[in-house]
């Protein structure tokens, strides 16, 4: 009988790892493919532009993490999405907390509709990212010290 070198479970690990890695782009293409149809139907106000913004940011995102495959940095959504360390936390919140206030004059000046949902969504998405940033930097600030 020939000895193999993997051990147990690995073929198990490398198939969820496969399956992780063409789930987000299912997840992404998903996305785009609603933004599509929601800028196609054109309801209300707005409607257009925010479908074809969520298509395009899912499209973007997209590319950009095949890229970062090719280009053998295979990090973590965290790691690909959020800053790492203070100087860039204190650009990012100032940022961030503009585009939230953005979004919620957007949603103040269209009391309905697709647009008053998307500054919404866009003020809850910057309040996410600012609090996630924050506990990013943290983390790593605290995994380097210990």
Known sequence: MAATSRGPGSGDRAFWTWLGFWLQFFVLGLLAIFGAGFASRGAGPGAYTTG?????????????????HFDGD????????????????????????????????IARTWLYGS?????????????????????????????RGA
Not at 52 to 63: D, G, P, S
Not at 120 to 138: E, Q, R, Y
């Open 52 to 68: 074809l913004l969520l298509t395009l940011a899912a499209l973007a995102l997209a590319f950009q993490r095949l890229k970062s």
């Open 115 to 143: 647009l008053h949902a998307a500054g919404i969504g866009l003020f809850v998405a910057c309040a996410i990212i600012i609090f996630l940033d924050i506990k990013h930097v943290f983390d790593r600030r605290d995994r």
């Open 74 to 105: 295979d990090r973590s959504w965290s790691d690909f999405l959020f800053v790492d360390d203070m100087g860039d936390l204190v650009v990012a919140i100032p940022l961030f907390t503009i585009l939230g206030l953005a979004g919620l004059v």
